[in-house]
């Protein structure tokens, strides 16, 4: 598979712009341990607005989401299309930060595909606006963080995103089925009750 001579040169021109400080700064930011007090935070914040049998399905929802997003971008994509990463086929013209390369092949963004299923999933499953913003601009900064630590070109993040994004919306849709029954079940037990 070939890919856009205009995708190796923006990641070239987006990789070079950096400094000790956001170097320190991706380098976190693209570590899923660093965002686990916020997604605790956001997880709590759905049990509240939500109740705990519907939060529990979101929960289902979330990890279904962050399965089918890994093994689909790892598992298929990635030695499918044997796309090497910017740090294994550009060499000395990628910064890299901490001597991290990733491994040899980076197309789609698994980083990517597991943020947009959560951010896609999440925001239609929640729907509040101020959510949605915040979540898909979460979703991107930390996308773009491998493009800045030198491990995907910005086609592997757009792919792995729109994948992510597919991916969220086909679980939010279950999500929907599986809430419209607890809804019946929740009818049922009460109209059992009144009787």
């Known amino acids: 598979m070939t890919f856009p001579a205009w995708d190796a040169d ?3 021109f987006l990789n070079s712009l950096h400094s000790d400080f956001f170097d320190t700064l991706m380098w976190y930011a693209s570590a899923t ?7 605790l935070l956001m997880l709590f914040w759905m049990y509240r607005q939500l109740g705990w049998r519907r939060f529990l399905l979101v ?9 089918l997003a890994d093994r689909i971008s790892s598992g298929f994509f990635k030695p499918f299309v044997a796309r090497l990463r910017p740090t294994h086929a550009l060499g000395d013209a990628v910064h890299v930060v901490r001597d991290y390369r990733g491994g040899r092949y980076g197309f789609v963004s698994s980083h990517a595909a597991n943020m947009f299923a959560i951010a896609v999933y999440s ?8 959510f949605t913003v915040f979540i898909l601009l979460f979703a991107l900064f930390v996308s773009y963080t491998r493009i800045y630590l030198g491990v995907h070109y910005p086609l592997d993040i757009i792919c792995g995103g729109l994948l992510g994004a597919a ?29």
């Open 123 to 130: 925001l239609l499953v929640v729907r509040r606006k101020y």
């Open 10 to 12: 923006l990641f070239l």
């Open 59 to 67: 929960v289902l929802g979330l990890a279904l989401c962050v399965l």
């Open 167 to 195: 991916i969220g919306w086909c679980v939010a849709a279950l999500y929907r089925l599986g809430a419209k029954m607890l809804l019946k079940q929740k009818e049922r037990a009460n109209a059992v009750r009144k009787k």
């Open 33 to 39: 341990r660093t965002w686990i007090p916020l997604y």
